[in-house]
T-cell receptor, first 111, second 112 residues
Framework: NAGVTQTPKFQVLKTGQSMTLQCAQD?????MSWYRQDPGMGLRLIHY???????DQGEVPNGYNVSRSTTEDFPLRLLSAAPSQTSVYFC??????????FGSGTRLTVV | DAKTTQPNSMESNEEEPVHLPCNHS???????IHWYRQLPSQGPEYVIH???SNVNNRMASLAIAEDRKSSTLILHRATLRDAAVYYC?????????????FGKGTHLIIQP
């Protein structure tokens, strides 16, 4: 099992560009979520999903969109990148909320 | 949501036990206590969770106070690889669908 796979690992964007951060899990987990982590801070929840076709907003959803067309995939879209979105992004999945498995993260820099 | 309070940082020596405290005085009866840790430049990883009784697994032990207002994560014999930020998180029974709420955690430093 690969667990939770995030791509790309690193990305540099120009202000105003859009992009999609990919997240895939092969554990048949229903729950998936996206977080951002700014330097020296804890993780903050962006969006989450409890199953295919169902998504909801977390603590810091502005500037991000998500969709969940399959159980395996939960992509995060940045609509128009801003320097304030420079951060490390983590995707996670869980079976029934027990023991979330996290990906290795995407380091995003917006210039 | 019930909140947790952890020390900002702790320091310990390699091969010694480490006790990481967490206060959660407003915990409700259905809240589970979860611990995650984040090694440098990695995503968080699940460590352990419990409700009322003490719990053990291959990574650590979780000691829960009788009144459940505090808990302690115990690393029995710390190694350099245990240097990480440790997060104590409350999750109500049947919850977790809406993700995890992270605080700032405790930065554990292990001295060789």
């Amino acid at each position: 099992n690969a667990g939770v796979t995030q791509t790309p690992k690193f990305q540099v964007l120009k202000t105003g560009q859009s992009m999609t951060l990919q997240c895939a899990q092969d554990m048949n987990h229903e729950y998936m979520s996206w977080y951002r982590q700014d330097p020296g801070m804890g993780l903050r929840l962006i969006h989450y999903s409890v199953g295919a076709g169902i998504t909801d907003q977390g603590e810091v959803p502005n500037g991000y969109n998500v969709s969940r067309s399959t159980t395996e995939d939960f992509p995060l879209r940045l609509l128009s990148a801003a320097p304030s979105q420079t951060s490390v992004y983590f995707c996670a999945s869980s079976y029934a909320g027990l023991g979330y498995t996290f990906g290795s993260g995407t380091r995003l820099t917006v210039v | 949501d019930a909140k947790t309070t952890q020390p900002n940082s702790m320091e310990s020596n390699e091969e010694e036990p480490v006790h990481l405290p967490c206060n959660h005085s407003t915990i409700s009866g259905t809240d589970y206590i979860h611990w995650y840790r984040q090694l440098p430049s990695q995503g968080p990883e699940y460590v352990i969770h419990g409700l009322t009784s003490n719990v053990n697994n291959r990574m650590a032990s979780l000691a829960i106070a009788e009144d459940r207002k505090s808990s302690t994560l115990i690393l029995h014999r710390a190694t350099l690889r245990d240097a990480a930020v440790y997060y104590c998180i409350l999750m109500y029974s049947g919850g977790g669908a809406d993700g995890l709420t992270f605080g700032k955690g405790t930065h554990l430093i292990i001295q060789p």
